[in-house]
T-cell receptor, first 112, second 115 residues
């Protein structure tokens, strides 16, 4: 079975600073990896996905993530945080049968 | 395109009562999922449908939870009787197909409070 670990349940950054949200996965086969964002009282929205093409994936709202097989990581970054980025972020991995496994989430706070 | 629709948005019930949630997926999406999201945790899959058949219900507490997708379109999730620990947000999601790289599209969820 695959699993996802998100390091840091809460991350705070200053507005304009680099955002780095960590995600590590375990998998015996090449995985498909996703980042989702959840704003208060809303469902999850897809930010980006990795599907074995380019290892650097660009998503919406200026976010990107890099797949590093050697580190089994798929960290999410954004060069400059904006107040509107404050939300909960979930990393997810999928396996054959389209079963998605979500991490426990990282709450991002942006300090003005 | 219209997103995944869920109703109600909020529901408060007493323990041992029953409750039902409704979901209408994006048109043309064959796969439908129900997730339970407890406060502070990631979504946990309860059940996955492919058209009107169940693909995975291994984590569904079948003694109290049931779900159906009779015509392969909309779906209902029922809890009877509810327990305090069922308080959570219930998310419905759909995807175009059951391929591993087909992303999920989520509704806004139903927040259930059991008192």
């Amino acid at each position: 079975a695959q699993s996802v670990t998100q390091l840091g349940s809460h991350v705070s950054v200053s507005e304009g600073a680099l955002v780095l949200l960590r995600c590590n996965y375990s998998s015996s086969v090449p995985p498909y990896l996703f980042w989702y964002v959840q704003y208060p009282n809303q469902g999850l929205q897809l930010l980006l996905k990795y599907t074995s093409a380019a290892t650097l994936v660009k998503g919406i709202n200026g976010f990107e993530a890099e797949f590093k097989k050697s580190e089994t990581s798929f960290h999410l970054t954004k060069p400059s945080a904006h107040m509107s980025d404050a939300a909960e972020y979930f990393c997810a991995v999928s396996e054959p049968g389209n079963q998605f496994y979500f991490g426990t989430g990282t709450s991002l706070t942006v300090i003005p | 395109e219209a997103g995944v629709a869920q109703s109600p948005r909020y529901k408060i019930i007493e323990k041992r009562q029953s409750v039902a949630f409704w979901c209408n997926p994006i048109s043309g999406h064959a796969t439908l999922y129900w997730y339970q999201q407890i406060l502070g945790q990631g979504p946990k899959l309860l059940i996955q449908f492919q058209n009107n058949g169940v693909v995975d219900d291994s984590q569904l507490p079948k003694d109290r939870f049931s779900a159906e997708r009779l015509k392969g379109v909309d779906s209902t999730l029922k809890i009877q009787p509810a327990k305090l620990e069922d308080s959570a947000v219930y998310l419905c999601a759909s995807s175009l197909e059951a391929g591993v790289n087909s992303p999920l599209h989520f509704g806004n969820g139903t927040r259930l409070t059991v008192t």
